[in-house]
């Protein structure tokens, strides 16, 4: 069974870093296709797509966010690692990582479903 | 970019209706949309893959349909745990993943 959960700060200043951890479990991301993204929902608004890390470590980043984030993964502790730089209140939101799930179409396209999440971590971006 | 609009953006419905949500991209996305399940306070949850495939352990009253741009999924014979918010997403561009707004179902 996979599983997957978040953890970070609750509580950041802005301009400051935040680092993000999603601890992997019930699958190895050193494993082919293995792909994990990161997703986030200010309050009472709708899910935005940050980022995607896969086990070949193809990345790819949000257009608008692209500057400020970094993904990366420490297969070692099976955790995905998600870095936004600058933080400002409009980042404030819970952030959820997704396990990109293995289905494809015709041609080897992955469909990218995203079939288990996290539990979500929240972050508020104050001063 | 690949813009996607979803109507409406609330629904009252009773037990035993039937619902239908609406999802349209701005270009064709193939069958590159998924719908997903929201509870307060919880994660998102899968229900749809590829436009109409049912995802595991979803029961077989949600049903997906559409091609292309212009996507639906509906929901029959209600039931009191069907009410939440649902989104759609398409994952056909590769640098934005874009969810729909949602749509919020509550009991009439």
């Known amino acids: 069974q996979v599983t997957l959960k978040e953890s970070g700060p609750v509580l950041v200043k802005p301009t400051e870093t935040l680092t993000l951890t999603c601890a992997v479990s019930?699958?190895?991301?050193?494993?082919?296709?293995?792909?994990v993204t990161w997703i986030r929902q200010p309050p009472g608004k709708a899910l935005e797509w940050l980022a995607h890390?896969?086990?070949?470590?193809?990345?790819s980043y949000s257009t608008p966010l692209q500057t400020r984030l970094i993904i990366s993964k420490d297969t070692s502790k099976s955790q995905v690692v998600l870095t936004l730089t600058n933080v400002a209140p409009v980042d404030t939101a819970t952030y959820y990582c997704?396990?990109?799930?293995?289905?494809?179409?015709?041609?080897?396209?992955?469909?990218?479903?995203?079939?288990?999440w996290g539990q979500g971590t929240t972050v508020t971006v104050s001063s | 970019d690949i813009q996607m609009t979803q109507s409406p953006s609330s629904l009252s419905a009773s037990v035993g209706d039937r619902v239908t949500i609406t999802c349209r991209a701005s270009?064709?996305?193939?069958?590159?949309l998924h719908w997903y399940q929201q509870k307060p306070g919880k994660a998102p949850r899968l229900l749809i893959y590829?436009?109409?495939t049912l995802q595991g352990g979803v029961p077989s009253r949600f049903t997906g349909t559409g091609s292309g741009t212009d996507f639906a999924l509906t929901i029959s014979n209600l039931q009191p745990e069907d009410f939440a918010t649902y989104y759609c997403?398409?994952?056909?561009?590769?640098?934005?993943?874009?969810f729909g707004q949602g749509t919020k179902l509550d009991i009439k």
């Open positions: 019930g699958l190895s991301l050193t494993n082919p296709n293995v792909g």
């Open positions: 590829a436009a109409s």
């Open positions: 270009q064709s996305i193939r069958d590159f």
């Open positions: 997704a396990h990109i799930g293995l289905n494809y179409d015709s041609s080897g396209n992955n469909y990218y479903a995203l079939d288990v």
């Open positions: 890390i896969f086990s070949d470590d193809e990345r």
């Open positions: 997403q398409e994952t056909y561009s590769p640098f934005q993943k874009t």
